[in-house]
């Protein structure tokens, strides 16, 4: 699983015990529901984003980690994919996905290499830092609104075969983007995305 490998992959973390802590009072939690219908409806709130992974949500809430968040080929943004639409893009329309199914890492501690904060914007569906007074600018209006899980995204430390570096924070829109070309792709505050902060590196499927 997902959250294994990056745990694995990352010997400095192996020597925190306090993962696998939360990993298995995370699993107890959701055998001690009982029912799927109990697991769906724990996963209700936090899930909020993935109305779609609703029924595999119960696993995905289990391991701490979400799929579908996509690469967008018009902003260079990562967005939830789960839903039957996808949200704002500021290219136009809707975010259109490509490249890697990303199984993010939620509601973990936050580590020297990894940082929390991270939602899922209700409004256009990006991901996007939640760490300031403020939030940003999204590209269906004002700022972005946080919903959903609280992410803790890995940076600095080693890409794998299982893993994609690159990824920054934009500190005109507060959105997490691929910085992997040679352009910056569109942000809602205008132009191109700026870049700042960490390298994080992100886990696929
Ligand atoms: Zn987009
Ligand atoms: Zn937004
Ligand atoms: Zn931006």
Redesign the pocket.
Known sequence: MGFLTVRDEDPQSQARPGRRDVLTRALSLAAGLGTAAAIGAAAGPAAASPAKTASPAGAASARANQADWRFCTKCYGMFFRGYPTDGACPGGGGHDSAGYDFNLPHSIPETPTAQHNWRFCTKCYGMFFWGYPDNGRCPAGNAHAAAGYDFVLPHDIPATAKSQRNWRF?P??Y?L?FYGYPTNGR???GDA??VAGYDFVLPFL
Do not use: I, L, T, V
């Open positions: 934009c005109k829109c959105g983007y942000c809602p505050a995305h700026s």
